[in-house]
Each structure stands twice: as structure tokens, then as C-alpha cells.
């Protein structure tokens, strides 16, 4: 079994900058995908940001140039840098991982809240 844990969400100032990590742990023999995602209520989970190997990133319009995603395949471990906050940025991000731990199969944690308020 994997178990994915994200953490460092909280409270911050508009403008401000958060880093929020997320660790898979369990028997996995590989890691494709790991990605962010965030949800507010009342609205669909929305994906934030992902990467694949070490190389390949994706982002949200709504964050390109303020969030950068990284990953440390030593410690099964991503993270998200997010800088210039913004209200619209509260919510709860949740974490997943695309993981091979005998089958290949898409792993969430149980997410960690952010909220961006004055």
C-alpha cells in the first residue's frame, strides 16, 4: 500500500509565499506523476501543477510564473512553491501520486488547507 501526506499549507498574507510538500511512502518501485491539485467549495477539484521524471511540468493559467513544482525522486517527494498569493488562491490542496507499487495505480492525499487572507 502507498500513503501519500502533504504538508505546510496555513495561513498567509496576500502577496505572501507558501511551500507545501508531499511525500508518498510504502512499496514503490517507481513514481511516473506527482501533481497538486486544489479545491474550493462548491467548485471541481482543479489541477494546479504536475511533473514527470525531473523534466516535464504543467501549470494552471492561473498560477504560471508564480508557483514552480519540484520534485526529489530520493525521497519520493514533491513540492509546491508558491509565491504572489493571491485570495483566489485559498483552498484545499490535495496531492496525488501515479505510483507502481506492484500495479500502477493514482494515489490522493488527504490534502492540507491554504488560505490566503489579509
Known amino acids: 500500500q502507498v500513503q501519500v501526506v502533504e504538508s505546510g499549507g496555513g495561513l498567509v498574507q496576500p502577496g505572501g509565499s507558501l511551500r507545501l510538500s508531499c511525500t508518498a511512502s510504502?512499496?514503490?518501485?517507481?513514481?511516473?506523476?506527482m501533481a497538486w491539485s486544489r479545491q474550493v467549495p462548491g467548485k471541481q477539484r482543479e489541477l494546479v501543477a504536475s511533473?514527470?521524471?525531473?523534466?516535464?511540468?504543467t501549470y494552471a493559467d492561473s498560477v504560471k510564473g508564480r508557483f514552480t513544482i519540484s520534485r526529489d525522486n530520493a525521497k519520493n517527494t514533491v513540492y509546491l512553491q508558491m509565491n504572489s498569493l493571491k485570495s483566489e488562491d485559498t483552498g484545499v490542496y490535495y496531492c496525488?501520486?501515479?505510483?507502481?507499487?506492484?500495479?500502477?495505480?493514482?494515489?490522493w492525499g488527504q490534502g492540507t488547507q491554504v488560505t490566503v487572507s489579509s
Open positions: 511533473i514527470v521524471s525531473n523534466t516535464i511540468t
Open positions: 496525488n501520486v501515479i505510483a507502481d507499487a506492484g500495479t500502477l495505480r493514482n494515489y
Open positions: 510504502g512499496s514503490i518501485s517507481s513514481i511516473k506523476t
